[in-house]
């Protein structure tokens, strides 16, 4: 147990879905990341948040939209996706941006 | 081209074999960071290094600033150590993953 959940563990849904991935951490964290992880690519850091406010959006698309309540929770909703973003996405978070990072278990998400 | 680039994609290693897995990146860093990922895709971070040598039970990684190269070595390897490593540096507004080393020790 690394401190960090993550919910659903498994999702499957169709392309004209609305779902959302939650991110919970119990480590006091200031910072935290949302990952996707595509077979036999690089992690993909896709949103970063410092203190509840967006730092970072790495050129994602809209149908991916993250939501930061406070430092502990992080949600990524998703509507209208692709078959090709079927992948693993992981959170993680830190105690300070760009230190050591603590993931959770990740979803893993099938559109069909 | 990737701005991380780790060697050997894959690797298999008999139980007890002194391991060996390099990365090479092409930007300034702040920090570099060793990842591991089990199958199942939980990943926990190993190291965070910005200079010289750290060492955890089995586990010790090295970083050349100069050469901007680091390795990850595995002392008397254990099945248990199968997984994928993964070189992520960070350039202080920027992370940049390799693709990973996958690892099989076999008893």
């Known amino acids: 147990e690394t401190g960090v959940t993550q919910t659903p563990r498994h999702l499957v849904m169709g392309m004209t879905n609305k779902k959302s991935l939650k991110c919970e951490q119990h480590?006091?964290?200031?910072?935290m990341y949302w990952y996707k992880q595509s077979a036999k690519k690089p992690l993909e850091l896709m949103f970063v948040?410092?203190?509840?406010?967006?730092?970072e959006n790495n050129s994602v698309p809209s149908r991916f939209s993250p939501e930061c309540p406070n430092s502990s929770h992080l949600f990524l909703h998703l509507h209208t996706l692709q078959p090709e973003d079927s992948a693993l996405y992981l959170c993680?978070?830190?105690?300070?941006?760009?230190?050591?990072?603590?993931f959770g278990p990740g979803t893993r998400l099938t559109v069909l | 081209k990737n701005e991380v680039e780790q060697s050997p994609q894959n690797l298999t290693a008999q139980e007890g074999e002194f391991i060996t897995i390099n990365c090479s990146y092409s930007?300034?860093?702040?920090?570099l960071h060793w990842l591991q990922q089990h199958p199942g895709g939980g990943i926990v971070s190993l190291f965070m290094?910005?200079?010289g040598k750290k060492k955890h039970g089995r586990l010790i990684a090295t970083i050349n600033i100069q050469e901007k190269h680091s390795s990850l070595h595995i002392t008397a390897s254990h099945p248990r150590d199968s997984a994928v490593y993964i070189c992520?540096?960070?350039?202080?507004?920027?992370?940049?993953f390799g693709t990973g080393t996958s690892l099989t020790v076999i008893p």
């Open positions: 992520a540096v960070n350039t202080g507004n920027q992370f940049y």
């Open positions: 993680a978070s830190s105690r300070l941006l760009q230190g050591e990072q603590f």
């Open positions: 290094l910005s200079s």
């Open positions: 948040y410092n203190f509840k406010e967006q730092t």
């Open positions: 930007v300034g860093i702040s920090a």
């Open positions: 480590l006091g964290h200031n910072a």
